[in-house]
């Protein structure tokens, strides 16, 4: 039996990859008055709902998207989180 899974995917650049959105984020934050934040790494949230047999099936359907079309593997990294939607 299919339900609906609630799956969040959180992408972020790999470390060592420039992240401009992050140091402008940074810079910002330092003009604001917030001098101790040294490093921010910027990404994205991506929220699905999956229709699958169980969670272990939603995440590898989620990790094969990432692999295709969300994340671009060479320069970010994912995480896959999936609940009961």
Do not use: F, H
Not at 33 to 62: C, F, K, M, N, W
């Amino acid at each position: 039996m299919t339900r609906v899974w609630s799956v969040d995917v959180r992408v972020t650049p790999r470390e060592g990859i420039l992240d401009p959105a992050g140091e402008t984020i940074r810079r910002a934050l330092g003009n604001l008055g917030y001098d101790g934040v040294r490093s921010v790494r910027a990404g994205r949230l991506i929220r699905l709902e999956v229709e699958a047999e169980g969670a272990e099936a939603a995440q590898a359907a989620t990790e094969k998207m990432c692999e295709q079309l969300i994340a671009n593997p060479i320069i970010e990294n994912y995480v896959v989180r999936v609940r009961e939607g």
